[in-house]
Structure formats: structure tokens, C-alpha cells
């Protein structure tokens, strides 16, 4: 059974500090690995994602995951914090090899950017 | 649609009534997918459908819980006797079809049941 684990509900960084939001995966097979934003009171939105391709993957506004197999690991960076960032992520595995949809999903990482 | 639409946005109901939340996808997409997400537990994935058929209701939490898409368009997901539990942002994805395409979320129907 695929599973995912967000580690830290919670993350505070400076503006203009590295992100780093951490995930970790279980999957029976060769996994697909997403990353979701969802900004206040609206749906998830896809920021990146990895379907066996490159394993360095850059999603939207600036943000970029590498997949590492050895380490299970999904794990979502971002060089420089911006305060527009600050929003809850969610990392996702799929259910169906092969697939994009029928997602489980980790319990999200909230984002908060200090001025 | 331009996007996947969802009605209503804000549900108040009393415990013991039945609900209906609507999910109306993206013209087009053959996916559909139901998520539960509550406070503190992230999203729980609750039932898809292929077109008009779904597969594995496995993920539905009680047989409280029922959902149906007709046309291959508009899925109704369906509470009865309504518990506090059930208090949560209902949120409705679509996709092109199940083995391909982004997710492409609607803004979740918030169901409060006092």
C-alpha cells in the first residue's frame, strides 16, 4: 500500500531563507510523487510533480523537489522564501501505477514566511 | 466549466440529516475523485469514478456515506444521518482520465454539522 509522511505540520522561515519541506514515501511500486499548494479558504493546486522521468523536477513559482529513491525521499526546496509562499503543502503519492489521480495524500506542512 | 465546481461552498446542518454535496468537473474529464479534509488530518481520499463507474468504494467512511455521477459529468456525494464527525471540507478533483492528466481541484464544499 503507498503511504506518505510530512514531517513538521508546521514551518516558519525568514523571507528570503531557503524552504525545505520534507517527505518521505511508501509505495509498492515504482511510486508517481506530487507536491500540492492550497492557498486560504481555496482547492489544491499542482506545483510539481514526478513520473519516472528527471529526478530533479522544478514546479512553479521557483520551487523544485528531488526524487531520491535510497532515501524514499520527495523532499520540496525553494532557494528564497517569499511571503507569498506562506500556504499549507501537501506531498502525494498515487495509488495506481501509472497514474496521476487516485492520490493519497501526507497531512500537509503549513508554511509561515516572517517578514 | 473553466474549472471544477462545487455546490454548496458552506453547508450548516443539524446531526441526524442527510446532505448533498454536488461536484460539477471540468467538460471533458473522464476522472472524478472525492477527498475528505479535515482539521489536523490532511485529505482523505474517500471514492473516484472511471465515466460513471466506481471502482473501489473502500475509502468511504460508513455506509452513511454514498456517491454517484451520472452522464459522466456530475457526481453527488451523499450523507445520511449526519454526525458531528462528518464536520469537514468535502473536495471534488477531476482529471483528462485516471491514468493521466494533473488533478484539478474545486474549492471544496464546507459542511458543518452541529
Known amino acids: 500500500a503507498q503511504s506518505v509522511t510530512q514531517l513538521g505540520s508546521h514551518v516558519s522561515v525568514s523571507e528570503g531563507a531557503l524552504v525545505l519541506l520534507r517527505c518521505n514515501y511508501s509505495?509498492?511500486?515504482?511510486?508517481?510523487l506530487f507536491w500540492y499548494v492550497q492557498y486560504p479558504n481555496q482547492g489544491l493546486q499542482l506545483l510539481l510533480k514526478y513520473t519516472s522521468a528527471a529526478t530533479l523536477v522544478k514546479g512553479i513559482n521557483g520551487f523544485e523537489a528531488e526524487f531520491k529513491k535510497s532515501e524514499t525521499s520527495f523532499h520540496l526546496t525553494k532557494p528564497s522564501a517569499h511571503m507569498s509562499d506562506a500556504a499549507e503543502y501537501f506531498c502525494?503519492?498515487?495509488?495506481?501505477?501509472?497514474?496521476?489521480?487516485?492520490?493519497?495524500f501526507g497531512k500537509g506542512t503549513k508554511l509561515s514566511v516572517k517578514p | 466549466g473553466a474549472g471544477v465546481s462545487q455546490s454548496p461552498s458552506n453547508k450548516v446542518t443539524e446531526k441526524g440529516k442527510d446532505v448533498e454535496l454536488r461536484c460539477d468537473p471540468i467538460?471533458?474529464?473522464?476522472?472524478l475523485y472525492w477527498y475528505r479534509q479535515s482539521l489536523g488530518q490532511g485529505l482523505e481520499f474517500l471514492i473516484y469514478?472511471?465515466?460513471?463507474?466506481?471502482?473501489?468504494k473502500s475509502g468511504l467512511p460508513s455506509d452513511r456515506f454514498s456517491a454517484e455521477r451520472t452522464g459522466g459529468s456530475v457526481s453527488t456525494l451523499t450523507i445520511q444521518r449526519t454526525q458531528q464527525e462528518d464536520s469537514a471540507v468535502y473536495l471534488c478533483?477531476?482529471?483528462?482520465?485516471?491514468?493521466?492528466?494533473?488533478?484539478?481541484f474545486g474549492e471544496g464544499s464546507r459542511l458543518t454539522v452541529l
Open positions: 469514478f472511471q465515466g460513471n463507474s466506481a471502482p473501489d
Open positions: 509505495s509498492s511500486v515504482p511510486p508517481y
Open positions: 502525494a503519492v498515487s495509488q495506481i501505477r501509472g497514474s496521476q489521480g487516485n492520490l493519497i
Open positions: 467538460s471533458g474529464h473522464t476522472a
Open positions: 478533483a477531476s482529471s483528462v482520465h485516471i491514468r493521466g492528466g494533473e488533478l484539478f
